[in-house]
């Protein structure tokens, strides 16, 4: 069974720095493009960052780009999401997922069950 | 970057209706897109991908349609676990964008 959990969400200050991480199971992780996706409470979700197999190609939401830093290790089967100078818009829930090309694109098909991040002073 | 928008934002139906949710594309996409289901404080659920293929599990009352710009996620009788917010999503390329979601409440 394939099974992905973050961790590391809490509350920051604005201007703050935090580090999201994803452990995954049940999967050959390092073949797998991963990504995240948020959800501030209230509102619909938001694609935020993915990563290839090897981690030398990474794509960022306008949003994010600058502060936010993907990365990943394989061999402790792990995503993570480095944020830096948060903002109060970056409050949201974190979902990891694995991001997977088919035939007609790629798609998001195993999903963590998401954590909080909180920016408030 | 492309725009995703939706139709309608919400509605609301009964169980058995019969449910057509709407996503457009921007631009033309071919067949990259795909449908997700969402229910309150849950991660979101792959539905369908490729614009018509449905996910291994998932029951064959989804279905998908269309291409270019234009798409459809069918519900053909709603059953009482459907109830949830649907979004559909851009998946040719980053960003992965997507729509502002649909959600389907009770009449």
């Known amino acids: 069974e394939v099974q992905l959990v973050e961790s590391g969400g809490d509350l920051v200050q604005p201007g703050g720095s935090l580090r999201l991480s994803c452990t995954a199971s049940?999967?050959?992780?390092?073949?797998?493009?991963m990504t995240w996706v948020r959800q501030a409470s209230g509102k619909g979700l938001e694609w935020v960052a993915n990563?290839?197999?090897?981690?030398?190609?990474?794509h960022y939401v306008d949003s994010v780009k600058g502060r936010f830093t993907i990365s990943r290790d394989n061999a402790r089967k792990s995503l993570y999401l480095q944020m830096n100078s948060l903002r109060a818009e970056d409050t949201a829930v974190y979902y990891c997922?694995?991001?997977?090309?088919?035939?007609?694109?790629?798609?998001?098909?195993?999903w963590g069950q998401g954590t909080l991040v909180t920016v408030s002073s | 970057d492309i725009q995703m928008t939706q139709s309608p934002s919400s509605l609301s139906a009964s169980v058995g209706d019969r449910v057509t949710i709407t996503c457009r594309a921007s631009?033309?996409?071919?067949?990259?897109l795909n449908w997700y289901q969402q229910k309150p404080g849950k991660a979101p659920r792959l539905l369908i991908h490729?614009?018509?293929s449905l996910q291994s599990g998932v029951s064959s009352r989804f279905s998908g349609s269309g291409s270019g710009t234009d798409f459809t996620l069918t519900i053909s009788s709603l059953q009482p676990e459907d109830f949830a917010t649907y979004y559909c999503?851009?998946?040719?390329?980053?960003?992965?964008?997507f729509g502002p979601g649909t959600k389907v409440d009770f009449k």
């Open positions: 997922a694995r991001d997977l090309r088919g035939r007609s694109g790629w798609y998001f098909d195993y």
């Open positions: 049940g999967l050959t992780f390092s073949s797998f493009w």
């Open positions: 990563i290839n197999q090897d981690g030398g190609e990474k």
């Open positions: 631009q033309t996409i071919n067949t990259y």
């Open positions: 490729g614009a018509s």
């Open positions: 999503q851009l998946s040719y390329s980053s960003p992965r964008t």
